[in-house]
C-alpha cells in the first residue's frame, strides 16, 4: 500500500507547470507570478460521498466531476482556467480508485490546461475539495449582480440531466439499464463551457452556473441584481433521452427547473445585443435558449404553459 | 434550524473586505486584483474528526487551529497573510458549534488581518478544508530547497506539545486534568509565526513548518536541497511544562523530534548570520535554539547525548 507521499508523487504531481507558476507541489504553499492586466478568480467546491456522488461513484467520472463543478464557476464569471489544488480525504490508500481518479481529473485539466499546484491527502470518509483559479481582465467578469430590467434570459445546453440521474439513482423512477448509463455518463461527464463562456462576455455581463436548481439559482441573481424576472418553465431545453423516460411533461420539466447539478450557463443579454449574441453561440456550437426576461417589478414569476406555476419550490440547500 | 445560505450569512459573511478585493463572497468566484510586485504563495489543508482533532473538540480551539495550520504554511514562506476560503461539511446546522467555531476562526484571522473571500458549507463528517494565501516580494521566498552546507539549522519556540496532547488524548499518557487543559489549550491555541517570519527572510533562505514532525519534516529539506544534516535530539526545545510530565529524558525527545503538528518554523541560516538573527529574533521576542547543522554528505545523523540515536523513526503519514 502506497504512503502519503508516494501516493501523491504517484498520482498527481508532474501537472505542476504553467504560466506564471514559479513554484509548484513539493514546497509549503505554491507560489505564482498573477498576469499584472487581469483579475485573479477563485472558487471552491467540496464532494462529499453519500451527499453529491452515490457510493462506489466510478472514481474516472468522479475526478472529471471534481473538477468539473469548480472549473464551472469560473466559466460563468467569464474567467480563463489557469490552476486547482486537491483536497483530498479517502478512507484508505486504493490504487485502483486513485489511478481512475487521477486519469479523470487530468482528462479535463489537460484539456483546460489547468495545472494542479498542491494540496493534501488525508484519512477520511471520501471527499474531494478542489479550489481553482482562472484570469479575467479587469472589470470584465461576468457577474450575478448586473441584471438589468429587460435583459433576456437565457441558458446554455440542455437542463434536467442531473436532476433525472438523482431521481433515478434513488430509484424514484425506473429506466433502463442501457438508458440508466446513457444518464449516468451525461450527468458526470458535462462539457464544460469555459470557452463559450469567455466570447459571451463580449455581449454579457450577468451569468451564473446552474448548479442547485434554474429556479433557485436564477432567484440569486434576482436578489444579487435587485430585479424580477418571468421564467417560462416550458421553455427550458431538455435533452432528446427525455422523450424515453416515463414522465409528464410537467414533470420533466420540474426536473430541469429544480432538479440541479447541470453545470449550464445561466445568464441574461441586452435584447439589442441577441444576434450577436447568436452568432457567437453558432461559432461555438453551443445551443443557447432564451427562457425569460428580467423584470423592474422584483417578483420571480414562473409560467408553465402561459398559465402561472404554483407549485411551491426550494431551491437545494444543504440544511 | 439555519438553511444553508441563512448560516453563511450568520456566521461567515461581512470578513470579505480587503486590499485588492475587488469581489467578495455571494457570486460564483471571488475576484481579486493581486499585488503587482509580489508573488502569490497558496496553501490548502484539511482537518478531519477523529483524524486530525478528536471528536468534541472545542469548536473555538477548531476554528482557530484550522485556519492556523494554513497560516503556518504561508509563514515558513515568508508570506504575509491575506486571504482564505473555508470549505465546512458538517453533519447538522449546529448553531452552537458554529457560533464557537467561527468566533475562533475569526479570532486569529482578524489578528491576521486576513478577508474570507468564499468557500462552501456541505453535509457530511466533520471536516474543514482551508485554502490560504499571502504574499510574498518576487524571488523573497523562504524555499524547502535552498539549504546549504555549513548552514545551522534553527526552530522557533519550543516543540513536542502537539505529540504531548495527542499521546495524552490516547491515554497513553496519564496528565493530571487541570495538567491536561493547559497542553490542550497550548496545543491548539498555537502562535503564528508570520510576522517574525517575514523578519526572517533578511537572514534566511530556507525555512518549513513542523507539521509532520521534526525529524520528518527535516528530511524534506535535505532531499529538496540535496544535502544531509546533523540533528542533536537533546537540543530540541521544551515547553517549561514537559518538568510535570511523567517521561524520561528521552521519551520528551522523541515526542519533539517525531510528535509533529507544533508549528514552529524549521529553518537554516548561513553562521555568518547569526548575530543579526540573533538580533531580530531578540526583536520580535521569538525564542530560537540550534538544533544542527547541514551537511554535504546527504545523510541524515540523528545524535542523542552526542551518540547516535538509532531507532527506527518514520514522519507521519496518512497511509
Redesign the interface.
Known amino acids: ?5 508516494a ?1 501523491i508523487k504517484e498520482f498527481f504531481s508532474g501537472h505542476d507547470k504553467g504560466r506564471g507558476i ?2 509548484g507541489i ?9 498576469d ?1 492586466n487581469s ?8 464532494l ?5 456522488f452515490f457510493k462506489g461513484e466510478d472514481p474516472f467520472y468522479l475526478g472529471y466531476k471534481s473538477l468539473l463543478v469548480n472549473i ?3 466559466a ?2 467569464g ?1 480563463r482556467p489557469a490552476f486547482f ?1 486537491l ?1 483530498l ?2 478512507p ?2 486504493d490504487e485502483l480508485f486513485l489511478r481512475e481518479f487521477s486519469r479523470g481529473l487530468f482528462s479535463l485539466a489537460d484539456k483546460e490546461k489547468m495545472a494542479l ?9 471520501l ?1 474531494i ?1 478542489i ?1 481553482a483559479y ?1 484570469y ?1 481582465a ?1 472589470g470584465c ?1 461576468m ?3 448586473l441584471a438589468k430590467p429587460g435583459d433576456i434570459i437565457y441558458v446554455s445546453g440542455n437542463l434536467g440531466m442531473g436532476g433525472l440521474f438523482v431521481k433515478a439513482g434513488y430509484h424514484e423512477l425506473n429506466l433502463a439499464s442501457d438508458l440508466f448509463s446513457i444518464v449516468h455518463k451525461k450527468a458526470q461527464l458535462i462539457p464544460s463551457r469555459t470557452v463559450f463562456a469567455r466570447a459571451l462576455r463580449r455581449v454579457c455581463r450577468c451569468a ?2 446552474v448548479s442547485d436548481g434554474t429556479v433557485g439559482d436564477l432567484r440569486h441573481i434576482l436578489e ?1 441584481s435587485n430585479v424580477g424576472a418571468v421564467l417560462n418553465l416550458d421553455k427550458l431545453p431538455l435533452d432528446e433521452i427525455f422523450d424515453q423516460v416515463n414522465l409528464t411533461a410537467l414533470e420533466k420539466v420540474e426536473l430541469a427547473a429544480f432538479g440541479g447539478c447541470d453545470y449550464e450557463l445561466l445568464f441574461t443579454v441586452n435584447p439589442k445585443k441577441i444576434s450577436l449574441l447568436e452568432k457567437i453561440a453558432a461559432c461555438h456550437r453551443v445551443k443557447i435558449t432564451p427562457i425569460g426576461v428580467i423584470t423592474k417589478d422584483k417578483n420571480l414569476n414562473l409560467l408553465f404553459e402561459n398559465k402561472p406555476y404554483v407549485k411551491a419550490n426550494r431551491p437545494f ?3
Chains 1, 2 share one sequence.
Open positions: 500500500m502506497l504512503g502519503e507521499f501516493l514559479t513554484l513539493g514546497d509549503d504553499c505554491a507560489l505564482l507570478a498573477p499584472r483579475e485573479l478568480a477563485i472558487t471552491t467546491d467540496t462529499n460521498e453519500g451527499i453529491h464551472s464557476d469560473l460563468s464569471m474567467a489544488t483536497s480525504t479517502l484508505d490508500s499546484i498542491g494540496g493534501n491527502t488525508s484519512k477520511g470518509p471527499s475539495t479550489s482562472g479575467v479587469k467578469a457577474r450575478r449582480d451564473l452556473d444579487r440547500e444543504h440544511f
